[in-house]
């Protein structure tokens, strides 16, 4: 009796366990998403009726609410189709995935020695953008795929290296007022469009190239890296949150922490 006891409280416990990790992940995806106050109208809305109809046991009340849970589920996917797709991404990325993928390879210094000469050559482009008021947009991909991004811009690929960011980012390059799209260790595309975010929320006083980045980092678990043209100022996007004037030092901690070699 003892034994199936715990063994209820242990599934009991696994099982609360899992549903405060579920809940907290999509508040973060609706967090950094702009969602974050219908994700808690929603919870409000949950615990009313759980209060009204099961506790209370009102029934008029109760049944007028149930009929919204009801279609609640239909509604849901509607209303969050956009996170539930990247939930998704996220879930079936194999970045996700690489440290069992790494348990079966011996190239891990390899693969670690090509992401420092990345991480190296964007900051160092970005050294030199920020000195010469170079404006730059420069995209890294992660888990999601940004094909749809991509194909709008002229395709490249291409390794990644200091001086050709630079070259595409250059005051009179045709490329230099779109995005640069960095996917799997290899630029893929430059001069791309990116959507831009709105919101009364927003500073106005920030560019279109940070509002891009923004828009995107709430879109996508895409990072993007800004420097400013008129400031030469860098900034940083990712998980819907801009990071404003950060230091080369905050950026390559940043891009260490970003998986810019792909698994092949």
């Not at 715990?6 to 899992?18: G, R, W």
């Not at 079936?92 to 420092?116: C, I, M």
């Not at 900051?123 to 991909?141: D, E, H, P, Y």
């Not at 030469?232 to 004037?245: E, T």
Request: charged share 20%; aromatic share 10%; net charge negative.
């Amino acid at each position: 009796m003892m034994l199936l006891w715990l063994q209820f409280s242990f599934k009991d416990a696994v099982d609360i366990f899992l549903v405060a990790v579920s809940l907290y992940y999509i508040y973060h995806v609706l967090k950094s998403s702009g969602s974050k106050t219908l994700f808690m109208g929603i919870i409000t809305f949950f615990l009313i009726w759980v209060l009204v109809s099961k506790i209370l046991q009102m029934q008029l009340m109760g049944s007028i609410l149930d009929m919204f849970i009801s279609v609640g589920a239909i509604s849901l996917v509607i209303i969050f189709q956009e996170e539930i797709r990247r939930f998704l991404f996220t879930l079936g990325s194999t970045k996700r995935w690489s440290f069992l993928w790494s348990l079966f390879h011996n190239d891990a210094t390899e693969e670690s020695e090509e992401q420092s000469r990345i991480v190296a050559s964007i900051v160092l482009a970005c050294l030199n953008m920020s000195r010469k008021k170079t404006g730059a947009l420069i995209v890294i991909q992660e888990s999601m795929d940004l094909a749809g991004y991509i194909h709008t811009g002229e395709m490249f690929n291409s390794e990644v290296n200091a001086r050709l960011i630079e070259n595409i980012f250059f005051k009179n390059s045709p490329l230099h007022d779109g995005a640069m799209i960095i996917s799997d260790g290899m630029i893929r595309a430059a001069g791309c469009i990116l959507p831009v975010a709105t919101g009364r929320d927003l500073n106005k006083d920030l560019g279109l190239r940070h509002r891009s980045a923004l828009g995107l980092a709430q879109e996508t678990d895409a990072k993007v890296i800004i420097v400013s043209e008129e400031r030469g100022k860098v900034s940083f996007a990712q998980n819907g949150v801009l990071h404003v004037d950060i230091s080369l030092e905050e950026l390559r901690q940043a891009l260490e922490k970003t998986s810019l070699i792909g698994i092949e």
